[in-house]
């Protein structure tokens, strides 16, 4: 016969041996007047438009590339730039999709173990790399285009996680979809900027 006493014992002698304090959540000690959650909304609006971003200044820059292929051709008159390729352009435009995807998979894992914060920190490193890396690129050659595009993949593999973890941490039940309707607006707004 167990005694409804001994099975409180029983869970706080279990409880204290991992060494865990009662109260083990984590509390500010800095208060944002009860607004920390709009702050979190706005910050995480701003990393999501600017990883979007970096994404979309690829598809403005092959508008304005054709002075490299000029370059390239007064240099080897006889060569073809890979810019020229249209199997080669569509490589360096799904290389940052294959980026995305392999980033997805690797980021969920990371994150459910490091949290969104640091796994988002990482991909905006990634997206930030290889953003100021593509000049270089293509000065370079074919395949560290194809790096740079498979970088900033990586750093937007986490935009759609994101967008739905925020708001199921941060917003309470009755203002989760206006976040979520916030945040996803960071696709209109990279496309404006």
């Not at 290389?95 to 392999?102: Q, V």
């Not at 990371?110 to 690129?137: D, E, N, Q």
């Amino acid at each position: 016969m167990v005694q409804v006493g001994d099975e409180e014992k029983k869970s706080e002698t279990i409880f204290n041996q991992t060494g865990m304090p009662e109260d083990s959540r984590k509390t500010s000690k800095i208060l944002c007047c009860n607004l920390t959650r709009y702050l979190i909304l706005i910050l995480t609006l701003t990393c999501l438009t600017l990883l979007q971003m970096n994404s979309l200044t690829f598809n403005f820059t092959v508008i304005c590339m054709s002075d490299i292929v000029d370059d390239y051709h007064g240099i080897h008159p006889n060569g073809t730039h890979w810019f020229e390729d249209s199997n080669m352009k569509s490589l360096v435009f799904s290389s940052m999709a294959m980026g995305g995807l392999l980033g997805l998979l690797v980021a969920m894992p990371l994150m459910h173990r490091v949290g969104v914060r640091l796994v988002l920190s990482i991909c905006g490193v990634f997206s930030i790399v290889g953003t100021v890396l593509f000049p270089l690129a293509v000065e370079f050659n074919f395949f560290s285009v194809l790096a740079v595009r498979f970088l900033q993949g990586l750093g937007v593999s986490m935009v759609f996680t994101v967008l739905g973890s925020v708001p199921t941490a941060w917003a309470p039940n009755n203002e989760s979809s206006t976040f979520l309707a916030v945040l996803s607006c960071a696709f209109q707004v990279s496309d404006d900027i």
